[in-house]
């Protein structure tokens, strides 16, 4: 067990639905990281929030958005879902500061499906 | 960051060692050499990292070269559980806040039992 708790571990939905996956960082990190895993793609960045605010942002959609709460969870909206979403969704936390801050602990996942 | 380059796949039989190697030329003197693994089905996970001196830990082993353009991560005794893909990334921590590793392919190592 990492300490970076995704929810859920799987879920499969249709086309143009609308999803929320969940990540509760290790306790006393400050920054999560979102990333998406296809098939025929490598680890690809979402999204960052540090202490609640977002901090960078890669190769995300517009129909994804993702916020951090003052408890530090985090949640990654998927909407208008399509088929190449269909993906494994990692979440990622970091400490605060120093070297320290970049080593990343990741969560298990969350596997999507868009049938 | 700055590119780093590693096999595609690299084959290794049980219970001999591994030299994953990694070039990365254009390093800058802060950088730092991290490697993180990823398993079958799982999350990325955290191997090691280092400046400039070989480091150790319970998991690998992580040779510099003087020069700092290569580096080889050395899994002492391969088991099948190490079959992974193993990424070398560059970090630079005066980077402001804490930014995303930026993942490359990788190398795949198999372990043939």
């Known amino acids: 067990d990492s300490g970076v708790t995704q929810t859920p571990k799987h879920l499969i939905t249709a086309t143009g639905q609308r999803v929320t996956l969940r990540c509760s960082p290790r306790?006393?990190?400050?920054?999560v990281y979102w990333y998406q895993q296809s098939l025929d793609q490598g680890l690809q960045f979402l999204i960052q929030?540090?202490?609640?605010?977002?901090?960078a942002k890669g190769n995300i959609l517009e129909r994804f958005s993702a916020q951090q709460f003052p408890d530090l969870h985090s949640e990654l909206n998927l909407s208008s879902l399509e088929l190449g979403d269909s993906a494994l969704y990692f979440c990622a936390s970091s400490v605060a500061g120093g070297v320290g801050a970049n080593v990343l602990t990741f969560g298990a996942g969350s596997r999507l499906t868009v049938l | 960051d700055a590119k780093t380059t590693q096999p595609n796949s690299m084959e290794s039989n049980e219970e001999e060692p591994v030299h994953l190697p990694c070039n990365h030329s254009t390093i800058s003197g802060t950088d730092y050499i991290h490697w993180y693994r990823q398993l079958p089905s799982q999350g990325p996970e955290y191997v090691i990292h280092g400046l400039t001196s070989n480091v150790n830990n319970r998991m690998a082993s992580l040779a510099i070269a003087e020069d700092r353009k290569s580096s080889t991560l050395i899994l002492h005794r391969a088991t099948l559980r190490d079959a992974a893909v193993y990424y070398c990334?560059?970090?630079?921590?005066?980077?402001?806040?804490?930014?995303?590793?930026?993942f490359g392919k990788g190398t795949r190592l198999s372990v043939i039992a």
């Open positions: 990334i560059l970090r630079d921590p005066r980077r402001k806040g804490n930014t995303p590793l930026v």
């Open positions: 929030y540090y202490n609640g605010e977002e901090r």
């Open positions: 306790s006393g990190d400050l920054s």
